[in-house]
């Protein structure tokens, strides 16, 4: 069973940018779509982006996906998002997950292995 552990959150301001780590470990990303969701107080959870692992195809919802992007490094095992022109809108816990699909879900549903997120705040 695949682990995740997300990290490079932090504090930044509005109009900054922050690459956001997912390593798996007790596995491998292959076979495996890579998603990002982000849970911001009172909300839930939103689908930000995802991976194909095969061939690294990414889905974007257009809210964001003129300012996100995720690519991955194979030899570390670690799929990245990264984020620029941040705004406090941004600000949020992000989770990254993994499921075994061909073409990545928009659902959490979707996704049985999950990370412990990790937390980014933007301020104005």
């Known amino acids: 069973q695949v682990q995740l552990v997300e990290s490079g959150g932090g504090s930044v301001q509005a109009g900054g940018s922050l690459r956001l780590s997912c390593a798996a470990s007790g596995g491998t990303f292959s076979q495996y779509a890579v998603g990002w969701f982000r849970q911001a107080p009172g909300k839930d959870r939103e689908f930000v982006g995802a991976?194909?692992?095969?061939?690294?195809?990414?889905y974007w919802p257009d809210s964001v996906k003129d300012r996100f992007d995720i690519f991955r490094d194979s030899a570390k095992n670690t799929v990245y998002l990264q984020i620029d022109s941040l705004k406090p809108d941004d600000t949020a816990v992000y989770y990254c997950a993994a499921g075994s699909m061909l073409v990545p879900s928009s659902a959490p549903e979707g996704y049985p292995y999950w990370g412990q997120g990790t937390q980014v705040t933007v301020s104005s």
């Open positions: 991976i194909s692992w095969s061939p690294g195809t990414t």
